[in-house]
C-alpha cells in the first residue's frame, strides 16, 4: 500500500466514524451550539487518536527506541504519524491508544455536559497523548473540554441569578394573591409552594375575620 492509498484510507476511516457517531447522538446537540461544537470536537480528537492504535500494534510486540515514536511510519506523508507514549511496548501501546480513544469519543459525545463531565474529558485527552494517541488529537481534546468547562460555568451563573432573582424566602412572604405575577417573573422553574407555606400566609386574615 502506497503512501497516498493508505493517507486516503486512513482520513476516510477517521472522518466516517466521526460522522456515524456524531449521527447517532445528534438529538444531544439540540440544546447549545457551544456544546455541540465541544462534544464534535471531542469526538474527532478520540477517534483520530484512536486512529494511530491499528500502526502501533503492527508494528509487533517490541520496543520502541524512546518516548516519541511513529504510529504509521509508512505514512512519510504525515511525518510516520508521530506521537509519544511511555509503555514500552508498541503492542500494548496500540491497543491502550484504542481502547482510550474511543473513551474520548464515547465520554464527549454523551457526558461532557454533566457534572465534572469537561475535567474527564481533559484527562482522558491527556493520557491518551501518554500512551500514543498522537500529538495533535490529545491537544483537540483538551480544548474541547475547556469549552464544555467554559460552557457549564456560565450555565451556572445564569441558574445563580435566576435563584437570586427569586429567593425561596420570598415566596414563602408572598401572599397567594401574588402568585401568578410571582410566577410569571420567574417563568422556567417549578414552583417552590408548599400547602403548609398556603396555609401559614392565610393564618392571619382568618384571624383578623374573627376578630
Avoid at 122 to 138: A, D, E, K
Avoid at 178 to 199: F, H, M, P, V, Y
Amino acid at each position: 500500500m502506497d503512501d497516498w492509498t493508505l493517507l486516503v484510507a486512513l482520513s476516510g476511516s477517521i472522518i466516517a466514524l466521526t460522522a456515524l457517531v456524531i449521527i447517532t447522538v445528534r438529538h444531544r446537540f439540540k440544546g447549545s451550539i457551544t456544546i455541540a461544537a465541544a462534544s464534535i470536537l471531542g469526538i474527532f480528537a478520540g477517534v483520530s487518536g484512536a486512529s494511530h492504535g491499528p500502526g502501533e500494534i503492527l508494528q509487533g510486540d517490541i520496543a520502541p527506541n524512546g518516548n516519541i515514536i511513529e504510529a504509521w511510519p509508512e505514512l512519510t506523508s504525515l511525518g510516520g504519524e508521530p506521537a509519544m507514549t511511555l509503555i514500552p511496548n508498541f503492542g500494548v501501546t496500540g491497543i491502550v491508544t484504542v481502547i482510550l480513544g474511543l473513551a474520548v469519543s464515547i465520554w464527549s459525545a454523551t457526558r461532557i455536559q454533566s457534572k465534572s463531565g469537561d475535567l474527564v474529558l481533559i484527562l482522558l485527552s491527556v493520557m491518551m497523548l501518554l500512551v500514543g494517541g498522537g500529538l495533535i488529537p490529545p491537544v483537540i481534546g483538551v480544548v474541547a473540554g475547556i469549552i464544555g468547562a467554559r460552557v457549564r460555568q456560565k450555565d451556572l451563573k445564569t441558574s445563580h441569578r435566576k435563584h437570586k432573582a427569586c429567593p425561596v424566602e420570598t415566596r414563602y412572604m408572598e401572599r397567594p394573591s401574588t402568585l401568578s405575577s410571582q410566577s410569571s417573573k420567574c417563568k422556567g422553574e417549578r414552583s417552590a409552594w408548599s400547602l403548609d407555606a398556603i396555609n401559614d400566609s392565610l393564618r392571619p386574615q382568618k384571624l383578623s375575620s374573627f376578630g
